[in-house]
């Protein structure tokens, strides 16, 4: 790599704080600058630049006890090589000065796409309902071809009796992993950390201000964003 992509890497941290060298590497691409991802981490390493690191947030998996078991029909495959094979969903919270707006999505691990979501200000099991529904509804029943995998973790509103009944009106296969283990819905995982990483830089004072953007229409507009500086830094 030449010197000259120093000044971008030292442009995208001051960007995006949170980026570790694997998305910097990414970013410099966006940008016209294809370099080797070890370099990147090299040179950052040799400057002290470091991704910085979020305090782990207090978990929102209840399990219920009584709830009858459910199977894991991932087993940890989050790659399934096509799409509505296998959907993915979780609940995280973004906290306002009102209290926190609990946020439901469903993620589709062929194309790695929010496809469902849902906000209220109680997480609940109407809540996760309406974030899958809202899936299906976009997806529609015929493309899913009656066979997709819905996996979770196994709190309890996923392991209620009215969702598991949600999910087979629905059409839905419905899966989940060990309670307590990230890497068993670490697909969902991930695009939480994303998404609250970056809204993170945020304050918000009212629940209608975090939820006044839908997290599809935030990450499209990310995906512009991005792309817009990398076209001026072309330039």
Not at 200 to 207: I, L, S
């Amino acid at each position: 790599m030449t010197r000259s992509c120093w000044p971008e890497i030292k442009t995208i941290h001051r960007a995006h704080p949170d980026y570790g060298s694997p998305r910097v590497t990414v970013e410099l691409a966006r940008r016209g600058r294809p370099v080797n991802h070890k370099r990147v981490e090299s040179m950052m390493a040799a400057a002290g630049i470091v991704a910085r690191r979020h305090r782990r947030r207090r978990g929102l998996t209840k399990r219920d006890e009584t709830a009858a078991p459910l199977p894991d029909l991932v087993g940890r495959l989050f790659d399934p090589g096509r799409m509505d094979h296998t959907w993915v969903g979780n609940v995280t919270f973004v906290p306002t000065d009102e209290g926190w707006l609990y946020l439901a999505t469903v993620l589709d691990l062929g194309s790695r796409r929010l496809i469902g979501y849902a906000m209220s200000d109680v997480a609940d099991t109407d809540h996760v309902i309406n974030a899958v529904a809202m899936a299906v509804a976009a997806r529609g029943r015929a493309t899913m071809g009656g066979d997709t995998i819905f996996h979770s973790d196994r709190g309890s509103t996923y392991a209620s009796g009215r969702y598991r009944q949600a999910c087979i009106d629905l059409g839905l296969r419905q899966s989940a992993g060990r309670t307590g283990s990230c890497l068993d819905n670490a697909g969902a995982e991930s695009f939480f950390a994303t998404l609250i990483q970056e809204l993170g830089r945020r304050h918000f004072a009212t629940r209608a201000d975090a939820g006044y953007r839908p997290p599809v229409e935030y990450e499209q507009q990310l995906t512009v964003n991005q792309r817009h500086v990398g076209s001026r830094q072309a330039a």
